[in-house]
């Protein structure tokens, strides 16, 4: 954990066939101050393969490049998970970490 604050950073990209990255952090609140240890199994216990998960699914935003060929053998459809941590960092999304962990429980992992 880089930072003592208590909103929570999600860290993911998308990679292309080609390896190209798209990277966002996105800022959560986190009003309950729970766990970030907590946090990152509930959502590794829902991830791909334990790293890949549909964006959509999770209503956080589609870093699909302009140019997504919609070819799912070259270009994935997925979004790689990186990493959390708490920070003090400013919330930058409306939902706050409980509601996004809502929709992360909701996943049906496929493996």
């Not at 190209?20 to 216990?45: G, H, Q, T």
């Amino acid at each position: 954990m880089k930072d003592s604050g208590h909103n929570v950073k999600f860290c993911y990209l998308y990679r292309d066939g080609a390896n190209y990255k798209n990277l966002k952090e996105i800022i959560f609140s986190n009003p309950i101050v729970r766990n970030i240890i907590e946090i990152e199994k509930l959502v590794r216990d829902k991830l791909i393969d334990g790293l890949w998960f549909y964006s959509k699914e999770w209503n956080i935003p589609d870093l699909h490049f302009n140019e997504f060929l919609n070819d799912t053998e070259i270009d994935v459809t997925w979004h790689e998970f990186e990493g959390i941590e708490l920070t003090s960092a400013e919330v930058t999304e409306q939902n706050s970490i409980e509601d996004f962990l809502v929709l992360v429980n909701k996943t049906k992992v496929i493996w």
